[in-house]
């Protein structure tokens, strides 16, 4: 859920970067990301600046996201959030941010992570510098999560190890290092998508290739509604 951009928490005058909400879990607990006052929240931007009105975006600040990074830290340096991290960050975005002298890391990226868009090299440059991919449809799209539980790997390695196709596809995510956000309306799935198991090497290097072996399907791109002259995931304005 989208709040309000940077630029109603202080006195910039130019656009920043909106904040989102949602809850995900670590192995060491519940954390909320919003951009309420606590000192338990964190906060991410996403790829692109708009001005105040949200009619069009900065393209200075689109293209180089460092001063508003630098409003985070000092958002952390005052105690109003815990960690701050981005979303939907490609590779090259990333290492534009972190190619600058940073006060704080950031902690994660959330992007669209799943069979279908498995983002090997962002996952490995993440890893090696220490930040934790979050990924959101990890099942695919609500369009893509009936075909993703059909793929006949999946449903082979479902039936190997006696678990369900979302439960395959969950542990993958996990055995990857990722931070996985699947949903439901149903008690029974969201307690199905706990139970997650150890995939033995070859089965977890079988599904890792046959997610690598087609062309990356991405279905989450706000570019044209953003009314953007770019792809916002593989493009910076010049």
């Given amino acids: 859920m989208l709040l309000r951009t940077l630029n109603q928490l202080s006195t910039n005058p130019y656009p920043t970067w909106e904040l989102i909400t949602s809850t995900y879990i670590l192995s060491i607990g519940w954390y909320s990301l ?3 006052w606590s000192p338990n929240i964190n906060a991410f931007p996403r790829p692109v600046a708009f001005y105040k009105d949200g009619t069009k975006y900065d393209r200075d600040l689109t293209a180089d996201p460092y001063p508003t990074w630098q409003k985070l830290e000092e958002m952390v340096a005052k105690g109003k959030v815990k960690n701050i991290g981005v979303s939907n ?3 090259r975005r990333m290492q534009n941010l972190t190619a600058n002298q940073l006060k704080v890391k950031p902690v994660v990226n959330q992007v669209e992570l799943n069979y279908w868009n498995p983002q090997p090299e962002l996952l490995k440059w993440s890893q090696d510098n220490g930040i934790v ?3 959101y449809s990890p099942l695919g799209s609500s369009k893509q999560v009936k075909e ?3 793929v006949p790997v999946i449903k082979n390695i479902a039936s190997e190890m006696g678990i369900t196709p979302a439960q395959v596809i969950i542990s ?3 055995q990857r290092g990722t931070i996985v956000l699947p949903k ?3 008690p029974s799935r969201v307690e199905e998508n706990f139970k997650v198991a150890a ?3 070859e089965v977890f290097d079988r599904l890792e290739n046959a997610a690598m072996s087609h062309p990356p399907q991405r279905v989450f791109n706000p570019s044209k509604n953003w009314g953007l002259d770019f792809d916002v995931f593989d493009d910076t304005p010049l």
Avoid: E, G, M, R
Wanted: aromatic share 10%; glycine share 0%; no cysteine.
């Fill in 34 to 36: 919003s951009t309420l």
């Fill in 89 to 91: 960050f490609n590779l």
């Fill in 133 to 135: 991919l979050q990924a």
């Fill in 148 to 150: 993703t539980l059909s």
């Fill in 172 to 174: 993958w995510h996990i």
């Fill in 184 to 186: 439901s309306v149903h």
């Fill in 199 to 201: 995939l033995p090497k």
